[in-house]
Nanobody
Framework: QVHMVESGGGSVQAGGSLRLSCAASRLSGTYCLTWFRQSPAPGKEREAVAAIFTEDSSTYYSDSMKGRFTISQDNAKNTVFLQMTSLKLVDTGMYSC??????????????????????WGQGTQVTVSS
């Protein structure tokens, strides 16, 4: 059974940094591994912030995060990281990683709706304060 566990969330002041981790066990084959964020703002839908294709480490970013967030992977440890810098108040939310089997890289790793992802972690909370 696939198991995904996020860690690294916490409270940080605006302008600060955090590094999130997502440890995925028993994933075999190639996947899109995508970080999603659920904002606490009313009516805000869960959004994909960054994705990586496990076969070749191709990366994809939401426009609002590009340049501030960096996604990477450690294949030996089956772990995906999300380095977040220059954090803003609007970055507050529950961050979850999700996996979706895929045979090819592409921006679909970022654009496919959450419902089409096969495996999810429980999430890690990020709170940015002024």
């Amino acid at each position: 059974q696939v198991h995904m566990v996020e860690s690294g969330g916490g409270s940080v002041q605006a302008g600060g940094s955090l590094r999130l981790s997502c440890a995925a066990s028993r994933l075999s084959g190639t996947y899109c591994l995508t970080w999603f964020r659920q904002s606490p703002a009313p009516g805000k839908e869960r959004e994909a912030v960054a994705a990586i294709f496990t076969e070749d480490s191709s990366t994809y970013y939401s426009d609002s995060m590009k340049g501030r967030f960096t996604i990477s992977q450690d294949n030996a440890k089956n772990t995906v990281f999300l380095q977040m810098t220059s954090l803003k108040l609007v970055d507050t939310g529950m961050y979850s990683c999700a996996a979706r089997a895929s045979l090819e890289a592409g921006r679909h790793c970022l654009l496919v709706p959450p419902v089409r992802f096969h495996y999810w972690g429980q999430g890690t909370q990020v709170t940015v304060s002024s």
